[in-house]
């Protein structure tokens, strides 16, 4: 029997609510031996007035008010199409690992919230399931045959998500069909497999890249959907960023449509950090880390000269969270240029006058520019077509080389200041490297997440932290919206106020490149 304890302010006497998923006891005689620990401790201590005393109440979901503003946004699962689908208990029951585990399996109430910091009236707001094993699975661990891969551009850490899906799979639920689908999308109906095994894949996360190989594009759903199918693969890991996550929900309805036992996982990939809802994406503490090395360099190689002028390049198409986390961890930067800032060249208040007052300061300076940064006015300068590639992603002109240019023919012009101009464009460089200790454990996190939701009949649904602990989440959540870095929030305040940069906020023109930018900011296609 389960009983909670329930406190009212209007009498000292004390109650038993049933059930509670907050505080559980056993029996009725555990209750009353915590009611007298209480009050031995003199929780309700009689010098507490009336009105000062505490309301203490715990409720289950059951009881609920129905004006609470809780809302749970769920994902699909596969006995929504398939009513009759058996279900069989969780092999994990029989871990060696998980014996020691005080509460193995997640509660189907547990749900984790999206706003944490809330007033005292606030409504309970959005939530989602959250991730973990369940104790019912939908599959037999002899009848699963996975399948992992991955698209898109490179991201520290891909290796470590593949080897621990593998290895989830492996060692927690006795799967031993697990197929490697090579090249992105287009492998499922163009390239062969890769059989997985954990001792495949034992070494993967040492390496950069993607064991899988990666494209871009190819997302053909009924070529894919009849490979699943013919192949007899139910369960199918999908990493990408958001158009590989729209390529994922597609697959997912198609499933649905033909009413296969097939599950979609998906583990969101950005080295940008620009997926919403979750807390970051993973291989971005790599990129920040790795970052510090270039501006390191860069810094070093503009105090060694006279009116050194070092521009380092960073990633960031529409999201400049790398180039300001780096910023903020350098401390080196005297100037940080994200997408999401508009700035202006010339003029009081513009890039060359900060440029030409910090060399009279110190002599030399270190800008840091995103690689979307100020794309509006380099495409108006170069004429540029405004051509995508295969992920529907608009080109990005290089904006690193462009700003050099600028800055040299500036300081050129009527001999105003002899500088010496140092670009340094580490992008590749980032994106290869094996993930840090960090992020490897970020991975292993993610893809033991997708197992257990995959095995517990979860579909068409992403996997992250949010608020720190992970979830399952809609995959037209992560999609919807790009996140980026919000120019009113303390973080950037934060940034502004280490490199005393100005906000490049004064000129009455940056409207119009905000709406430029905005523009630009249009969801990515598959």
């Not at 296969?260 to 993973?282: C, E, M, R």
Request: proline content about 4%; some cysteine.
């Amino acid at each position: 029997m389960e009983s909670a304890i329930s406190l009212s302010s209007s009498s000292s006497s004390s109650s038993l609510l049933l059930p509670s998923p907050r505080l559980r006891l056993r029996s009725n005689s555990q209750a009353s031996i915590l009611l007298r620990s209480l009050k031995s401790r003199s929780f309700l201590a009689p010098s507490l007035s009336r009105q000062n005393r505490p309301i203490i109440r715990s409720q289950s979901s059951n009881h609920r008010p129905l004006d609470d503003g809780f809302v749970l946004e769920d994902v699909p699962h596969l006995t929504d199409f398939l009513p009759n689908l058996p279900s069989y208990p969780n092999p994990l029951q029989r871990s060696q690992a998980y014996a020691v585990v005080k509460q193995t399996f997640v509660s189907p109430a547990d749900a984790v919230a999206q706003k944490v910091v809330v007033q005292d009236d606030s409504p309970r707001g959005v939530h989602f399931r959250r991730a973990g094993p369940r104790e019912k699975v939908y599959f037999k661990s002899e009848e699963v045959r996975a399948c992992i891969v991955t698209c898109g551009g490179l991201c520290p850490g891909i290796n470590t998500v593949i080897r621990e899906i593998v290895c989830g799979l492996s060692y927690m639920y006795g799967v031993e069909d697990i197929l490697g689908i090579e090249g992105g999308y287009r492998g499922f109906y163009s390239k062969n497999t890769l059989k997985l095994t954990p001792k495949v894949v034992n070494d993967i996360h040492k390496r950069g890249g993607t064991f899988l190989r990666t494209s871009r594009g190819g997302h053909d759903t009924n070529k894919i959907v009849d490979n699943i199918h013919d192949r007899g693969i139910n369960q199918v890991y999908i990493i990408g960023g958001d158009g590989t996550q729209k390529g994922a929900a597609l697959i997912c309805k198609e499933v649905e449509k033909r009413g296969l036992q097939v599950a979609v996982a998906g583990v969101p990939k950005t080295i940008d950090n620009d997926i919403s809802v979750i807390d970051k994406s993973f291989g971005f503490d790599t990129a920040v880390e790795e970052a510090q090395r270039a501006i390191n360099a860069a810094h070093v190689e503009v105090e060694s000269v006279d009116n050194g002028v070092g521009i380092v390049k960073l990633m960031g198409r529409y999201s400049g969270f790398i180039a300001s986390y780096a910023t903020l961890a350098s401390r080196d930067v005297d100037c940080c240029l994200i997408p999401e800032s508009p700035f202006y060249l010339e003029g009081k208040g513009g890039l060359f006058e900060f440029i030409e007052q910090r060399l009279k300061e110190n002599g030399h300076m270190v800008i840091v520019v995103a690689e979307g940064a100020g794309q509006e006015y380099v495409a108006q300068q170069m004429h540029a077509a405004g051509e995508k590639d295969a992920s529907g992603n608009k080109l990005l002109l290089d904006v690193g080389l462009w700003l050099t240019q600028k800055i040299k023919d500036h300081f050129a012009k009527g001999q105003q200041m002899a500088i010496n101009m140092k670009y340094i464009d580490p992008t590749y460089m980032i994106r290869a490297i094996p993930s840090n200790a960090s992020d490897n454990i970020y991975c292993t996190l993610l893809g033991h997440s997708a197992v257990h939701g995959a095995m517990a009949g979860y579909s068409g649904f992403t996997v992250g932290p949010v608020n720190s602990r992970h979830a399952y989440i809609p995959i037209s959540r992560v999609t919807e919206k790009q996140n980026t870095v919000s120019l009113t929030d303390r973080m950037w305040a934060r940034i502004l106020a280490s490199t005393n940069q100005p906000s490049f906020l004064e000129r009455n023109e940056l409207q119009d490149g905000v709406d430029l930018i905005n523009s630009n900011m249009e969801n990515t296609s598959i």
